[in-house]
Every structure is written in C-alpha cells, then in structure tokens.
C-alpha cells in the first residue's frame, strides 16, 4: 500500500510539474503575441499619421505650415519696429529733454483774482 501511494505522490508532483511547465509555455505566449500586437499596432498608427500629415499638407498647401508663415511676418514686423525705434530714439529724446528744460512758469488769470493781496 505503502507503494501505491508513494507512485501516486509521484504522478501528483509531476502532474504539477507538467501543469508549471504548461503555464509557464502560455505566458511566454502570451508576452510574444503581446509584442508582435504591440508592433502591428505601432506600424498601423504610422501608416495612418503619415496618411495624415500628407492629406493636411494638401489642404494646407505644399510649403508647409501656417504657423511658419505666421512665425515669419511677426519676425519680419518686430524687426521693422526696432528699426523704427532705432531711427526714432534720438529725436524723441531731444525733444523730451527740450519739453523738460523749457517749462514756464504762468500763473493762470483765475489764480491770481482767487489769491488775498498784500497791501
């Protein structure tokens, strides 16, 4: 009896090697077949961006994005306006400094009725 059970032991124990070994097979599987999905799926979402990009490209026009376009001009008119500062600097200075330097001193008419007189 002793016997019977010690070989029922042994097939219980390589019976949960075989079901180890079993499991261990269809993870392994199942990671392969994860990957090889990963990589359809990043092949498909290219394909698909590229499609994107070209058809944007079409209704855009061929030279490229607006924003460049737009990108440019702004560069285009702060350049401008710097050199228009440069050019307009020295002249608003000059008249800066003139209007500072120049002050009159007038009391107006309505001020001078309005204050007591000394007699």
């Avoid at 924003?67 to 560069?75: A, F, G, I, P, V």
Wanted: with cysteine; glycine share 4%; net charge positive.
């Amino acid at each position: 009896m002793s016997k019977e059970i010690s070989k029922l032991m042994m097939a219980e124990k390589m019976a949960s090697e075989k079901i180890a070994e079993a499991r261990a097979a269809r993870n392994e599987k199942m990671k392969n077949a994860k990957r090889e999905a990963q990589i359809l799926i990043d092949e498909y979402r290219k394909e698909k961006e590229k499609s994107y990009q070209e058809s944007l490209e079409k209704t855009l026009g061929t030279s490229g994005s607006e924003s460049e376009n737009l990108q440019r001009q702004t560069d285009a008119e702060v350049s401008k306006m710097k050199q228009d500062f440069e050019r307009n600097k020295s002249t608003v200075i000059n008249m800066l400094v003139g209007a500072v330097c120049s002050v009159t001193c007038v009391v107006p008419e309505g001020r001078k009725r309005n204050m007591p007189q000394d007699d």
